[in-house]
């Protein structure tokens, strides 16, 4: 099992700037994928944006040209960006991180987004 912890999550304004990171414990080989999910107040967890092994990107349509997803080899491990721009209340949610391989799943704890003025 994969440890993952996410950071970067807080108050900001609409219109405003966050960049959440996800940290795993492992370096990850083969074929797998690595995601933000977000899961609102009385609502679904959803995709928010993943990319996979290969580099492969996917948006939900409502953040596509707002967020960027991007990932790096770090020491020991590995690293999960997402860049969020021009933030919207909508998008206040607890962010999740999620590694995929094959049918096993990982999660981080989560972490705050508030959108709000």
């Known amino acids: 099992q994969v440890q993952l912890v996410e950071s970067g999550g807080g108050l900001v304004q609409p219109g405003g700037s966050l960049r959440l990171s996800c940290t795993a414990s492992?370096?990850?080989?083969?074929?797998?994928?690595m995601g933000w999910y977000r899961q609102a107040p009385g609502k679904q967890r959803e995709l928010v944006a993943v990319?996979?092994?290969?580099?492969?990107?996917?948006?939900a349509d409502s953040v596509k040209g707002r967020f960027t997803i991007s990932r790096d080899n770090v020491r020991n491990g590995m690293s999960l960006y997402l860049q969020m721009n021009s933030l919207k209340p909508e998008d206040t949610a607890v962010y999740y991180c999620n590694l995929q391989v094959g049918s096993h799943a990982d999660w981080g704890q989560g972490t705050q987004v508030t959108v709000s003025s």
């Open positions: 492992a370096t990850i080989v083969g074929i797998y994928s």
């Open positions: 990319i996979s092994s290969g580099g492969s990107t996917n948006y």
